[in-house]
């Protein structure tokens, strides 16, 4: 799928479509969707006269079509429609679709699903989408290191990942915590952001982060690995399930370094085709060989059942993220 930038490069080129089908998991992307468009058709982004946002939750399809069809204002025939958590018609969905094929010649439609929905529903099969929930590695490095230059802050390329590896795949909550530290007290020194602040407002101690966890439980030091997720998830207070995608995405890229010649693929290779980069293809090269295939599929079957035990019982998931990390260490 197309991501928010195409769909930017699109609309600034002059190419604005009628209908966009949107994928998105957060509202971040979606609200700058429906700034470049009024910027666009109307010419100020802070235009919204005929602008209009709506949730299909509490907007009965007839009245959204109601509100494509007619127009609201004296002064311009453009109109711009969002209209979020469109999966809320998925009785009517046929009819929407079958709606939105000859749209008014001057309404534009940003239509957004959740994400999950769409893979769920395979919608992207036979609909064009555009996925307003994830970029590309590289371009969303880049995004980052702009939003701090925006605000007149340098940030280091491991301070990046460490910030986007430390937040769950939200660009709402990406871009508040980019706000928070840009507001941090440089006092006499440079505007520069470091790994180590980042860990320091993301609310973890350098010796105690879910990376130092990985490597105590591949180094199986049972004792340095039960102080890290004590101190996540006791002192830190961090998500329980958020910490086991953290630790599914490393087995993951070590499994991944089973793959006959990966070793030797360069660096665009592997992100095209693996998703990795930099400190996670380190990790993965440092440490694939000390274990065996069998090791991690019996760790990998074990993270699953945690994750399925998380989601489905009653048991407390403190003690089952401490079991998981001694099944670790002796897979």
Known sequence: MKTFLDFQTE?????????????????????????????????????RDNFFLRYADDTPLEEFFGLCSNYSSL????????????????????????????PELETFLVLAFDKDYV?????????????FSDLPQRTLYEWVKKEFENRGIAIENDAIQELTSGIPASFDLLITEIEKISNHDFQNSRRVITKELILQFTGYDKEYTPDELIHSILNKDRKKAYTIIDNLLNSKGLNEIYLLSIISNYYMDLISFKTKGLESMDSRLLYQKYKLWGDRVKFAKNYHKSI??????????????????LKTSMLDSKI???????????A
Do not use: H, P, W
Not at 76 to 92: D, H, N, P, Q
Not at 119 to 131: G, H, N, P, S
Not at 292 to 309: A, C, G, H, Q, V
């Open 75 to 102: 002064f311009s025939s453009k109109k711009i429609i969002v209209l979020k958590r469109c999966e809320k018609y998925s009785r009517k969905l046929s009819e929407l679709r079958e709606f939105v094929k000859n």
């Open 11 to 47: 609309v600034n080129a002059g190419k604005v479509g009628n209908v966009y089908f949107i994928a998105a998991s957060d509202g971040y992307f979606v609200q700058k969707a429906g700034e470049l468009l009024r910027e666009k058709l109307f010419g100020s982004s802070e235009n």
């Open 320 to 330: 089952l993220m401490t079991s998981l990390v001694e099944e670790l260490i002796n």
């Open 292 to 309: 065996d295939i069998n090791s991690l599929e019996r760790s990998f079957e074990k993270i699953l059942n945690t994750d399925m035990k």
């Open 119 to 131: 893979m769920e529903k395979k919608l992207d099969k036979d609909i064009e989408f555009y996925d």
